[in-house]
């Protein structure tokens, strides 16, 4: 199947390369402009909201590994739809929200979307972002690309410092009030007080059948049994995730040790860690889980439970 585009106006553009750029499927994430009426706009320009142009982002993505239904989700994840007037901390109509459809089908799935985050109750207030036709889209300058890689130190800053950040947790963070209920006693230590099953007697650290894991509380898919490896040390380990979106790093200080923690994005509960001593062919790291965190499911019982999409992880 041959690649396609999206694009979608979320405010400022920097914050809206990252949750796309490096997931499976995505070739390309470009920051520009796009919905008005001057050709060949500067940033300057559009910031002065004279242009009818949107910042956004135009993303080349394979629809076979990385369907359109997920990119529109993770577009949602990413603003506050209910802002007429902007985006957080940046006002004014450059910063409106919109999806720009370049087909029938785009359209189709974008505002079935839309109508189903309006019946969901998850916002109070009415759902005021745009579902328009593609318009010419214009590359914008070279140092507004990748921002999140060329200047990370600021773009965190900023990122936080604008209010996005902490309303997307607040937002879109899964419910963990009945979690006592839900989860068995090592589930629940190992997940939300950060504690660590015992090597060599956990249920997946020789699991040798195809299949993917996904977060023991949000279904979200982790790793995949193609990336799984024995590392000697007693617990399920993995060269990558099936999709960096999904987690999170966090440092890690404790036991008089400095480490990079793995925590699931949806769920912000602990998975375990990932270190440097990973096969280098397969770039080097080792992301070392809990079995308790996650919940295995076999390739042949992935369609039924609603996993079929990543059944391209399992193609020759």
């Given amino acids: 199947m041959a690649a396609e585009k999206a694009t979608f106006a979320g405010g400022c553009f920097w914050c809206m390369v990252e949750p796309f750029d490096q997931r499976p499927g995505i070739i390309q994430v470009v920051s520009g402009y796009t919905g008005g009426h001057v050709d060949n706009p500067t940033y300057e320009e559009v910031c002065s909201n004279t242009t009818g ?3 956004a982002v135009q993303i080349t993505f394979d629809p076979e590994i990385m369907p359109y239904e997920k990119l529109v989700e993770t577009f949602w994840q990413q603003i506050d739809p209910t802002d007429p007037g902007g985006q957080f901390n940046d006002r004014g109509e450059s910063y409106q ?3 720009f459809y370049h087909n029938e089908k785009q359209k189709e ?9 309006e019946n969901s109750g998850k916002f109070k207030k009415a759902i005021v972002t745009k ?5 010419p889209f214009y590359e914008a300058e070279e140092n507004h690309q990748d921002y999140y890689k060329k200047q990370s130190f600021h773009y965190r800053l900023y990122k936080k410092g604008s209010g996005r950040e902490d309303f997307i947790k607040q937002t879109w963070q899964a419910d ?5 209920k839900k989860l068995t006693p090592l589930q629940y230590h190992v997940t939300q007080e950060n504690g660590t099953e015992r090597p060599f007697q956990n249920e997946y650290w020789d699991n ?7 977060d023991i509380i949000s279904g979200k898919v982790l790793f995949s049994s193609k990336d799984q490896y024995d590392a000697g040390c007693g617990w399920p380990s993995f060269t990558k995730p099936v999709d960096p979106y999904e987690i999170d790093e966090k440092t890690d200080t404790t036991h008089g040790m400095i480490r990079t923690e793995i925590r699931s994005k949806t769920a912000d509960s602990h998975l375990g860690h990932v270190f440097e001593d990973g096969p280098k062919e397969a770039g080097g790291l080792r992301y070392c889980m809990n079995s308790a965190a996650m919940r295995f499911i076999p390739k042949d019982n992935m369609e039924e439970e609603g996993y079929e999409d990543y059944l391209y992880l399992f193609r020759d």
């Fill in 176 to 180: 963990k009030s009945d979690l006592k």
């Fill in 53 to 55: 142009h949107l910042e």
């Fill in 131 to 135: 579902i328009l036709p593609a318009k």
């Fill in 109 to 117: 799935i974008a505002e079935q979307s839309k109508k189903q985050l």
């Fill in 208 to 214: 040798e059948e195809d299949g993917i894991y996904v």
């Fill in 97 to 99: 929200t919109a999806i």
